[in-house]
Structures are given as structure tokens and as C-alpha cells.
Nanobody, 118 residues
Framework: QVLLVESGGGLVQAGGSLRLSCAAP????????MGWFRQAPGKEREFVAA???????DYAGSVKGRFTISRDNADNTVYLQMNSLNAEDTARYYC????????????WGQGTQVTVSS
């Protein structure tokens, strides 16, 4: 099971931008897709975005048009560019992998905290 490491979170002003990284330092990415999820205090974990190995993407409606998921296979890294951040984006963000379409998300990272202030 690949180790995933999230980074790039922090405190950002409302309206600002942040880029999260999800690295798999041990090996090249494999499987169907990589995805980003987030969880706010007292809330269930929710899907944010995903990208397949043919570069297909999917976004939650709440972030579509503001967030962009991308990958760099050479660096074994998946990114989440977050623009126009607002308080509703405050959460701990996690990345995960999906071995095949419809399979369970797995190989969860430790998460990185994003806090949006006004």
C-alpha cells in the first residue's frame, strides 16, 4: 500500500488561493484515480475532486469552477489548486487512491489543515 503524504495547507484569507500537494514518494502512482476529500469538525468526510490516469476529472458542486485537480506523474504528486477560498472550505483535506473505477478509496494520507479567515 502506497504511502500518501498531504502538504500545503495552512491559514489563508478569504478570497485567497492555496495549492495542496499529495505525494507518493515511495513509487509511481498506479491504479485508476487519485482524489481529494475533506472533513470539517462535526461533519462527515466529503468528496472534493478526483483525477484519473487518463486525466478525466470530477469535482464536487461546491468547488467546481474554483478548484482544479491535476497530477504530475514524473514527481508522483497530485495537486489541488484552490482559488476563491471561503469559510466553507475550512476543513482537513485528505488524499486517497482508487485502484479501479467504483472501488473503495484507500491509502489515505494524514491530511493537511486548511483554515480560511476573513
Amino acid at each position: 500500500q502506497v504511502l500518501l503524504v498531504e502538504s500545503g495547507g495552512g491559514l489563508v484569507q478569504a478570497g485567497g488561493s492555496l495549492r495542496l500537494s499529495c505525494a507518493a514518494p515511495g513509487r509511481t502512482f498506479s491504479g485508476y484515480a487519485m482524489g481529494w476529500f475533506r472533513q470539517a469538525p462535526g461533519k462527515e468526510r466529503e468528496f472534493v475532486a478526483a483525477i484519473t490516469w487518463i486525466s478525466g476529472t470530477d469535482y464536487a458542486g461546491s468547488v467546481k469552477g474554483r478548484f482544479t485537480i491535476s497530477r504530475d506523474n514524473a514527481d508522483n504528486t497530485v495537486y489541488l489548486q484552490m482559488n476563491s477560498l471561503n469559510a466553507e472550505d475550512t476543513a482537513r483535506y485528505y488524499c486517497a487512491s482508487q485502484a479501479s473505477y467504483g472501488s473503495n478509496w484507500s491509502s489515505w494520507g494524514q491530511g493537511t489543515q486548511v483554515t480560511v479567515s476573513s
